[in-house]
């Protein structure tokens, strides 16, 4: 058989590990390189690829520029800290439309699940940052204003009078 570790991209590898340290922690908000690298290595049950550590210190995260990967699939949350890449982080322009999680065929079957599992930490994330954000949370507040009458209408009412 086949070790695990080498039926996968290396960024794919590095990705799991995250998840599944986000999934055994919920309450943690982000993990540290050597942390990462721990549970990459105990998923893999043997010694890690010498990719893996810089996967995880460069090549997947979204916020560094790319040299020379461009992964958007970790988020640098301080110096030496990482956590999965949700919708709504910046990240360096140069790695625009880069892949964010591995493709579902790309992964053994008993680790399709986190897929799943990342969609709804993703969009809760996405919600948290919107609620807390007092300039996001503005978005759709002004909905009402506009309940009674089409834009046009609206439009057209405060032109009256005009010449």
């Not at 439309?97 to 709804?120: H, M, T």
Request: aromatic share 8%; proline share 7%.
């Amino acid at each position: 058989m086949v070790p695990i570790a080498l039926q996968l991209r290396v960024a794919d590898e590095v990705w799991i590990a995250v998840a599944l340290l986000h999934r055994e922690h919920p309450d943690l908000p982000d993990f540290s390189i050597e942390e990462i690298m721990e549970r990459a290595g105990k998923e893999a049950g043997e010694p890690l690829r010498p990719g893996v550590r810089v996967h995880v210190n460069q090549h997947c995260v979204a916020n560094r520029p790319p040299n020379p990967a461009r992964y958007r699939m970790l988020f640098e949350t301080a110096s030496g800290r990482r956590r999965l890449f949700h919708d709504g982080d910046h990240y360096d322009a140069a790695r625009e439309g880069a892949k964010v999680v591995p493709a579902r065929e790309d992964i053994p079957s008993e680790y399709a699940a986190l897929l799943d599992w990342y969609r709804g930490w993703s969009q809760d994330r996405a919600e948290d940052r919107i609620k807390s954000d007092p300039i996001l949370a503005l978005r759709g507040s002004g909905k009402k204003l506009w309940a009674d009458e089409h834009a046009d209408e609206y439009v057209r009412r405060l032109r009256e009078g005009w010449e």
